[in-house]
């Protein structure tokens, strides 16, 4: 863990074993820190970001291994909380509008289940749903996906789909946030703060459009069942391209939770 700074704008952030590249647009607005998917680093938000301007305060950063980012020799989904609460902490931000995509999307909800009274809300982006592919069979599933895309890794680095990592890591990051995500029922449940989803409608590397449909359909009763969480949005977009074609649908997200009443930051 860092010590606190409040002073990042650009650089290197120490966290355990490695350093984040972290930017901070320190504006006067609403803070947002924006939660990078499994394996690219901040590029991706800059639609949503410029959509939004510069009323805002826009936080982002590249998780370990990612995009400008430092190796470590954790990859784990605490790490990348322990991340998060670095992030938070150099930044002096006190109650964060936190937008994540997929993996960072579950990192959102589970940072804000153990931090309730310090968040604004969270907006997911095709993410953070109760919904993962577990068990021994889907593991091998998943491990055979990886090792096929082994010589592939370093040529779709460039593209934000891969990381430093070995093949091996990759394989056992998506193991374990399938799991995580398969056991967010009672974290959504949970929730008193509000959450906006946007939901795409296609398909993804390694899972077909029936399958990412499931996924989506398993988020229909927890919204039944708690009035914080809504779908903001449901786009034609497939689960990699939303950011870059549906990039107003996120911002629209955003601003509706800072407008929601009672949620002004402080």
């Not at 967010?184 to 939901?199: F, H, I, M, N, S």
Request: include cysteine; charge should be positive.
């Amino acid at each position: 863990m860092t010590t606190s700074t409040a002073s990042f704008r650009t650089g290197m952030l120490p966290v355990d074993d490695t350093a984040l590249s972290l930017t901070d647009t320190r504006g006067a607005g609403v803070p947002v820190v924006y939660l990078n998917g499994s394996y690219c680093g901040h590029r991706p938000w800059r639609p949503v970001i410029s959509e939004l301007g510069s009323g805002w305060r826009h936080i982002t950063y590249d998780e370990r291994a990612r995009g400008r980012s430092r190796r470590s020799a954790d990859y784990s989904f605490e790490a990348c909380l322990r991340d998060l609460d670095a992030v938070v902490e150099a930044t002096g931000v006190e109650r964060p509008l936190l937008v994540g995509w997929s993996y960072g999307a579950a990192l959102a909800v589970h940072w804000a289940d153990r931090n309730p009274d310090r968040v604004l809300g969270v907006v997911s982006v095709d993410g953070a749903v109760p919904y993962g592919i577990t068990g021994e069979e889907a593991r091998a599933r998943i491990r055979r996906l990886f090792g096929r895309m082994r010589p592939l890794l370093p040529l779709l680095r460039p593209f934000g789909l891969s990381a430093r990592m070995s093949a091996d890591q990759h394989a056992e990051i998506n193991i374990e946030i399938n799991e995580i995500c398969a056991a967010l029922g009672p974290v959504l449940d949970r929730a008193t703060y509000p959450v906006r989803y946007v939901l795409a409608t296609g398909g993804n590397l390694g899972g077909g459009r029936e399958e990412m449909e499931r996924m989506r359909t398993s988020l229909d009763p927890v919204l039944a069942r708690n009035q914080h969480l809504r779908v903001s949005a449901k786009v034609a977009s497939n689960h990699s391209r939303i950011l870059r074609k549906d990039f107003r649908a996120v911002a629209e997200a955003v601003r509706e939770i800072a407008a929601t009443p009672g949620r002004g930051a402080r």
